[in-house]
């Protein structure tokens, strides 16, 4: 895994909303490790001139089209907001472009000499995608926490948020089938701490055994 003509190691990571995910990629980002976005790249293939924008174009009409040739964001999510068909005719475009596009970066940057890069993305766990990768980061807060944090945040009040996260799937969930856990409970300190004892033990482990997966390490 260490020859730049070879893929890296790719390690999913995720969270819940108001879990600090973005901080916990920040320091991984401060330590040197390539950290590809699911979002940003989702962004990137519809961006006009791609391929993916002339079929949701195709698929869904011209309205969804802003006069400049870009993609009304606003106008699409009204569309498949509430049609479970539309959708998945969404992901069907834009979903394996988007894994070519993550599968690119990641080889990019082990041609940079980078033995293990993080994909990060929200739904890893819902959507089964985790399993995908050699190991699987999470970054865990409490309830109470996750509810103060966001509304904080958001300026919302407590029902709201409270709403907000029950919506999604329990970050408890999601922790079940982490292979790391980064508590972010604490301090910015004490997650840094964390974040950089991580970095260290997935460096040794992939030069070692080629993995970052404890339960795969050979006693």
Partial sequence: MQDADKMPVILGLTGGIASGKSTVTSMFRELGVVVIDADEIAREVVEPGEP????????????????????????????????????KKLGQITHPRIGQRMMQ????????????????????????????????????????????RLMQRDESAREDARARIDSQLPLADKVAVAD????????????????????????????????????????
């Fill in 52 to 87: 993916a924008l002339e079929e949701i174009r195709e698929a869904f009409g011209a309205e969804v089209i802003t006069p400049d040739g870009s993609l009304d964001r606003a106008a699409l999510g009204k569309i498949i907001f509430s049609d479970d068909d539309a959708r």
């Fill in 105 to 148: 970066k990641a080889m990019d940057a082990g041609k940079l000499g980078h033995a293990w890069v993080i994909y990060d993305a929200a739904l890893l766990v819902e959507n089964g995608l985790y399993k995908m990768f050699d190991a699987l980061i999470v970054v865990a807060v409490s309830e109470e926490t996750q509810l103060e």
């Fill in 180 to 219: 790391h856990v980064i508590d972010n409970n604490g301090t910015r300190d004490e997650t840094q701490t964390q974040v950089v004892a991580l970095h260290a033990f997935i460096n040794q482990n992939i030069a070692d055994h080629g993995t970052a997966k404890p339960s795969e390490i050979a006693e």
